[in-house]
């Protein structure tokens, strides 16, 4: 299975939506690659993709990841790797997959203080470590599955500072 041109101007779109526009995706492609089926062996290699989100407003705050491909077998273990620079002392970082024809899916974040929130469907074979002092927040993925298969991203939350306008709803006005 590859991924096509129309898949990534999907997944281009899709995040468009979801991300604020002050960041910015790079993408790139990725495979899934199955050998032959043996009786003693079912080996699945599973290629990974990441893609890197980073503010554009600042230039000071931003996240890097290799853009390489990762293959290992069905089963293993891997690990990855995002560093990050941010002037934020404490910063909030997240990891999304994004599947083939699907939407880009939150798998955690990671704080500075606390534990953050990683969802469910991922709690047993996914986690991460937030280290403040290496600026690193590497993804652990565990029991490696075909179906882990994807592309997959860290963001870091955009910083606000200086004076902020509080919004409320307008229960006033109701259009009909």
Known sequence: MSISSDMIQTFKEELCEISPKFLKAE???FSVLLPHRSAMFRWALISLCFI???DVSSGQDRVEQSSEEMTASEGAQVIVGCNYTT????PYLFWYQQLPNRSPKFILNKLTFGEGTTEPDFRKR?????N????TVPLMIKNLRVSDSAVY????RATVTGNTTTLY???ANKYY
Request: net charge neutral; proline share 0%.
């Open 27 to 29: 993408l790139c492609e």
């Open 52 to 54: 890197v989100l980073y």
């Open 87 to 90: 002037t934020d002392t404490t």
């Open 126 to 130: 996914f986690s991460a470590t937030l």
């Open 132 to 135: 403040s002092t290496s600026k």
């Open 153 to 156: 991203y860290c963001a870091l």
């Open 169 to 171: 709803k307008n229960l």
